[in-house]
């Protein structure tokens, strides 16, 4: 089981919904770091090692499915991904297997249900890489 203070970036162009979650998750005793945009992911993965990464979808340049397969290169074998999206549950669910994503989360989920699930998907093991 993991130990110590859980550790979240969460990744997304809206300045609004950034200070929200940062502000309900730390309410919750989570430590939370944030970034603007889907550019330079990968570097701020490496830099702040979090447990979980909680990225938007919808970004102009580049899109968070995307982003969660190149930054998974960079990350410990450890962290989470999870797509946060107002997107439909079907297309979430659906971008979140492809991309390799851990799980998926709707921007409708906030406050302490927020900060349970991302304590869920901490806890769920990762499954093991097989070679072909």
Same mark, same amino acid.
């Given at each position: 089981?993991p !130990? %110590?203070?859980?550790?979240?970036l969460?990744?997304?162009?809206?300045p609004d @919904?950034?200070? =929200? #979650? +940062?502000r309900? @998750?730390s309410a919750h005793g989570? !430590?939370? !770091?944030?970034?603007?945009?889907a550019? %330079?992911v990968?570097n701020?993965?490496r830099?702040?090692?979090?447990?979980?990464v909680?990225i938007?979808?919808?970004f102009p $340049?580049?899109? %968070?499915?995307k *982003?969660?397969? =190149?930054?998974? *290169?960079? $990350?410990? &074998?450890?962290?989470?991904?999870? @797509?946060?999206? $107002?997107?439909?549950e +079907?297309? @979430? &669910?659906?971008? +979140?297997?492809?991309? %390799?994503?851990?799980?998926?989360?709707?921007?409708? #989920?906030?406050?302490?249900? =927020? +900060? &349970?699930k991302?304590?869920?998907?901490r806890?769920?093991?990762?499954? $093991? #890489?097989?070679? *072909?």
């Open positions: 089981m !130990e %110590g203070k859980l550790r979240v969460v990744v997304d162009d809206d @919904l950034l200070d =929200l #979650v +940062a309900s @998750l989570i !430590e939370v !770091e944030t970034h603007p945009s550019l %330079g990968s701020r993965v830099d702040t090692v979090p447990d979980v909680l938007d979808v919808n $340049a580049l899109k %968070g499915d *982003v969660v397969s =190149l930054a998974r *290169v960079s $990350a410990p &074998r450890d962290t989470r991904f999870i @797509l946060y999206s $107002a997107s439909d +079907a297309q @979430l &669910r659906s971008l +979140a297997l492809s991309s %390799g994503a851990d799980g998926y989360l709707s921007k409708s #989920v906030q406050g302490a249900e =927020l +900060a &349970r991302i304590h869920s998907f806890l769920q093991p990762r499954p $093991a #890489v097989v070679p *072909v």
